[in-house]
């Protein structure tokens, strides 16, 4: 079992940043690759950005490459997304997600085990 907790959300204009993290607990952090994904209200979750457990790969939804900076800090259990650039169509609630399949960048929901309980974005215009 691992739990996730997120922290970092907030109101930001336009143009600005905001760096969100994920802390974990429960069982062995660096055993699981991590994902970010994001819900608007009455949209699906989409994925955002995924590191494997070595922090070695990451992916990104096209939506965000260039702006979005997923890593990971094995050694404080914590994975981060450092937003920049951030338009008002970024806005959502953000969640942080485990894969059990520690190597794999997984891009739907479905595919990964644990989910923390989400932090609200809100980028103003």
């Known amino acids: 079992q691992v739990q996730l907790v997120e922290s970092g959300g907030g109101l930001v204009q336009a143009g600005g940043s905001l760096t969100l993290s994920c802390a974990a607990s429960g069982r062995t952090f660096s055993s699981y690759a991590m994902g970010w994904f994001r819900q608007a209200p009455g949209k699906e979750r989409d994925f955002v950005a995924g590191i494997i457990r070595s922090g070695g790969s990451t992916s990104y939804a096209d939506s965000v490459k260039g702006r979005f900076t997923i890593s990971r800090d094995n050694a404080k259990n914590t994975v981060y997304l450092q937003m920049n650039s951030l338009k008002p169509e970024d806005t959502a609630v953000y969640y942080c997600?485990?894969?059990?399949?520690?190597?794999?960048?997984?891009?739907?929901?479905?595919?990964?085990?644990?989910w923390g309980q989400g932090t609200q974005v809100t980028v103003s215009s």
């Open positions: 997600a485990a894969d059990s399949r520690a190597y794999r960048l997984a891009r739907r929901s479905y595919e990964y085990d644990y």
